[in-house]
């Protein structure tokens, strides 16, 4: 079974784009397909912001996901990636693989971004993996939203009511063994665990918050995520800053620092394991901080890890309804 890895924008949905689906899904009927719309910003508007650049690749690739099945394919996943084409692969080959192929859909030489950035011999090079290109006569309009239905439910962007009230990691780690049914000596020695840890010298809050919030991604632990993301807004801890820990190492709008990299490619190679990059990893991060504090996060990983296997195991929902992977302030585009 051949995985392939379908990256267009603009041209999505095309007909150039449904005729290569339809190419592959005769000759491969078990394939597997993730289409990837990176958040490039609309080319012929002067005026724009990242939340209408989320809002248009999320709509644009649940509309295309939609014709692509029509055409047969057994899509897995619609996602959405960094603005920049390359860097929006790079993430997902390294995060979602393994892949067996790439798919670049693209307008024609003189009028694509892409092609004007090589992308198609980048990825290539960069993934190591056999790319096929697309060439779209022209660019593909999705279809207009239904009737009655607001067009923000239409691209999968939700508005947010109120921000969920902050909590306390304590306040936290209380309710959820609660959830599940643990008693009061199991749940108050959780607590005072997580505290303890919490209070390790040179472990400041911002960046326990940080290491939760990624740990509840990886884990793609919904209740987790959640309840990290009210932990650090009330921390002041900005939703750009939040959805930026998914793609930490190419992101173009904010910056971590030399440390904080070193706490989440620390924190990636615990929770995904298995590839020998943790002690490369630890390392790393001991160059940058006493061992005290690796130790400290190393637990703290192990704890996040735990909560989320545990909401999980016993499928809890979200106390507030979920916004989403991908936060903006006053907004959740809500990855469905």
């Known amino acids: 079974m051949t995985r392939y890895l379908v990256v267009s924008h603009l041209t999505a949905g095309s007909p150039e784009f449904q005729k290569q689906i339809r190419s592959l899904v005769q000759k491969e009927p078990d394939a597997e397909f993730t289409l990837l719309v990176p958040t490039s910003p609309p080319g012929h508007r002067l005026i724009w912001n990242d939340a209408e650049a989320m809002r248009a690749a999320r709509y644009r690739a649940d509309a295309a996901g939609t014709l692509m099945r029509e055409c047969g394919a057994n899509v897995t996943r619609t996602a959405v990636g960094a603005r920049d084409p390359l860097s929006a692969i790079d993430d997902e080959v ?71 009230p902050p909590r306390e990691p304590s306040e936290v780690t209380a309710e959820l063994m609660t959830a599940v049914g643990a008693g009061m000596e199991l749940a108050g020695a959780s607590m005072a665990f997580e505290q303890a840890v919490r209070g390790i010298e040179g472990l400041d809050p911002q960046l326990a918050a940080l290491v939760a919030l990624r740990v509840a991604h990886l884990k793609r632990c919904q209740y987790a995520w959640q309840e990290a993301v009210a932990v650090a807004r009330g921390l002041g801890i900005a939703d750009e800053r939040i959805t930026a820990l998914e793609h930490w190492r190419s992101s173009e709008r904010v910056h971590f620092d030399e440390r904080e990299r070193a706490v989440l490619g620390y924190v990636e190679a615990i929770i995904k394991g298995g590839s020998g990059g943790e002690r490369s990893a630890r390392e790393t991060l001991a160059a940058l901080a006493p061992e005290s504090l690796v130790v400290g996060l190393t637990l703290l990983v192990g704890f996040a890890r735990t909560q989320a296997d545990l909401a999980t195991a016993f499928a809890l929902s979200p106390r507030e309804p979920f916004v989403g992977w991908d936060l903006y302030v006053g907004q959740a585009a809500a990855t469905l």
Do not use: F, K, M
């Open 94 to 164: 390294r995060e979602h693989s393994p892949y067996d192929a790439i798919i670049i859909c693209t307008l024609p030489a003189g009028v694509s971004r892409w092609l004007h950035l090589d992308l198609v011999s980048r990825a290539r090079h960069h993934t190591g993996l056999p790319v096929t290109h697309v060439i779209a006569q022209q660019e593909w309009v999705p279809p207009e939203p239904a009737a009655g239905v607001p067009e923000t439910a239409q691209s999968g962007v939700v508005e947010e009511a109120a921000p969920a």
